[in-house]
């Protein structure tokens, strides 16, 4: 069974060639995605789209950093229970614990292997569906 039939994802990623990488990915396994590439794009979209099965979130992102959208996200009723990826180059044990204390869900370094994320996310939207 395919999790994310009919489900959407939110990719914020302003690489266009990870964003490319993973929009694909996550189609190909039956996703809908939503590409937004800056921060404030990321925000207006969650104060006015339905919520997403998943949002995957850079975190070095113009206008507004990841975790200034990662509280957005979690300050938005309707949004509070969706699972947010952090997926990003920074691996300082801080900006680990930044992210975990702001309510990201998982946290995932680049380069990353996308089998592996695919499955985590999927695992992750399954935990979050049965509540």
């Given at each position: 069974m395919r999790v994310g039939a009919r489900s959407s994802i939110v990719i914020?990623?302003?690489d266009e060639n990870i964003g490319e990488l993973?929009?694909?990915m996550f189609r190909r396994d039956g996703?809908?995605?939503v590409m937004l590439r800056d921060g404030r794009s990321a925000e207006e979209y969650v104060a006015a789209g339905e919520p997403?099965?998943?949002v995957l979130l850079d975190v070095m992102l113009p206008y507004r950093d990841g975790f200034a959208v990662a509280a957005a996200i979690r300050a938005d009723?309707?949004?509070r229970d969706v699972p947010i990826v952090m997926l990003t180059?920074?691996?300082l044990a801080a900006d680990v614990e930044r992210g975990r204390a702001i309510g990201v869900t998982d946290y995932v370094l680049?380069?990353?292997r996308p089998p592996a994320l695919l499955g985590r996310v999927k695992s992750l939207i399954e935990l979050a569906r049965a509540g």
């Open positions: 914020v990623e302003d993973l929009g694909f996703f809908d995605t997403a099965a998943a009723p309707r949004w180059g920074r691996s680049k380069p990353f």
